[in-house]
């Protein structure tokens, strides 16, 4: 079973805007640099037969080796989304690089739900209304064109255009991704052991009033 990861190279102002302010374009960049680095670590670490990044630029030194890198292209994210399951041919999840309090352990019950009897799709949501993770027991070039996204019910609609094709879906717990300064905080407080963590915990000292 694959592993693919949508993820978008971490340049200033082009990732995690929604953190500036309090963040800089460039401290931004660095929190999604950490983020994709503890979602690919934790991808590789997860039993996948592969790790596919879907990236949309080039990888860097965040990029771990023996990862096959293939390019988002242009559109919509729903159809980045189509062309990165272009990339598998069997059972794959698919996650995005904004929920990097995820573990090997996390991926692998995703993986394990989708070979699941009677299950043909898995869904996460997310507390805001979107979506985490989707597993497909194979390509389903109808499963996001036309479906909105960066919306608060893209959860709940990616959910019914699975229903209509037909497919069973198991249900993954739901959590939080990051796209504010909040949510960034309320992540790096719970998961502190990260890259990600890391780098919040150094911008919120950055952030402290000279005493």
Known sequence: MD???????PVPGRVKTRLCPPCTPAV??????????????????????????????RPGAWCPSGVTVVDQGE???????????????????QIGMDTPQLTATDLGLAMEGLLTPD???????????????????????????GVPTSRPDTGRRQLERLGELGLRVGRLPVRADVDTWPDAL???????????AAVVRRQLAALEPTR
């Open 119 to 145: 299950v043909d799709a898995v869904l996460g949501e997310a507390a805001d209304g979107g979506w985490w993770a989707i597993g497909l027991r194979r390509p389903q070039p109808r499963a996001f064109l």
């Open 28 to 57: 931004a960049a660095e929190v999604a640099a950490a983020a994709l680095a503890d979602t690919l670590a934790a991808a590789c670490a997860a039993g996948a037969d592969r790790v596919v990044l879907a990236l949309d630029g």
């Open 75 to 93: 559109g919509g994210l729903d159809q980045r989304l189509t062309r990165a399951w272009e990339a598998t041919e069997g059972p794959a999840v």
């Open 186 to 196: 309320a992540v790096a407080l719970a998961h502190p052991p990260t890259r990600f």
């Open 3 to 9: 592993l693919i990861v949508l993820a978008k190279e």
